[in-house]
């Protein structure tokens, strides 16, 4: 059974940092590009960032860039992905998503929702001012 588990989100001041973390299992996540994607009220789910299978390539969204580090960790039955996000602001605050991919792309790093199959149930993320 796929499973993706999110874990680290809360409530941050302004300036401060978080880790998000997402457990994946049940899959051949260790080939699948997978990434983080975000969600605030009244708005359509974005891409944060993502990676490829071995994390060689990356992607950040334009407002994280210099602020929020992806990583992954590719054990044989457990793929964990991490989000490192630092100097956050108001504009951060939504729910974030764990996603992965269901086929290999090669060096792609996905960026757009609807190319991965796989969701996590979300972790939320509070930046006050």
């Known amino acids: 059974q796929v499973q993706l588990v999110e874990s680290g989100g809360g409530l941050v001041q302004a300036g401060g940092s978080l880790r998000l973390s997402c457990a994946a299992s049940?899959?051949?996540?260790?080939?699948?590009?997978m990434g983080w994607f975000r969600q605030a009220p009244g708005t359509e789910r974005d891409s944060v960032a993502t990676l490829n299978w071995s994390g060689r390539n990356t992607y950040y969204e334009d407002s994280v860039k210099g602020r929020f580090t992806i990583s992954r960790d590719n054990a044989k039955n457990t793929v964990t992905v991490y989000l490192q996000m630092n100097s956050l602001k108001p504009e951060d605050t939504a729910v974030y998503y764990c996603?992965?991919?269901?086929?290999?792309?090669?060096?792609?790093?996905?960026?757009?929702?609807?190319?991965?199959?796989?969701w996590g149930q979300g972790t939320q993320v509070t930046v006050s001012s």
């Open positions: 049940g899959g051949s996540f260790t080939t699948f590009p």
């Open positions: 996603a992965a991919a269901a086929a290999h792309y090669g060096m792609a790093a996905l960026s757009r929702p609807y190319e991965y199959t796989y």
